[in-house]
């Protein structure tokens, strides 16, 4: 990982600011109630208006596992967290889940490669 010295400066960018909400967590066991409320809450985030895309990543050392969605602005974030179906799985995740956190961050820059993904900046 490079230090923030090294990153190149930002780009020019129009428009708003872009955000990331990253859910990171612990899974129990998770069952077909699990998977069907995952999928709503995926399904209702595409659906939001400023939903910009998703990634999920895992981590097999620590057992921990992270879903981060891309967001054009805290409104377009706040919408999917007021969405019935996350308030819902909110309110059962300790069937599931043997702990959380969610980050929510501003992104401020984004370079690489040209390694595909969710369109940021």
Known sequence: M?????C????????????????IFAKKQFDDDFHRLDQA???AARATPGYLGEEAWEDPAHGLYAN??????????????????????KAAQSRWLDGYRVVIAQVLREYGDGLPGPALL
Do not use: K, M, N
């Open 2 to 6: 490079p230090d923030a010295a090294a």
């Open 8 to 23: 190149p400066a930002s780009p020019a960018r129009s428009g708003p600011a872009r955000y990331t909400a990253t859910f």
């Open 41 to 43: 809450i995926a399904e």
């Open 68 to 89: 981060v969605y891309y967001w054009e602005s805290l409104e377009a974030l706040e919408a999917l967290i007021r969405h019935p179906v996350h308030q819902q799985a």
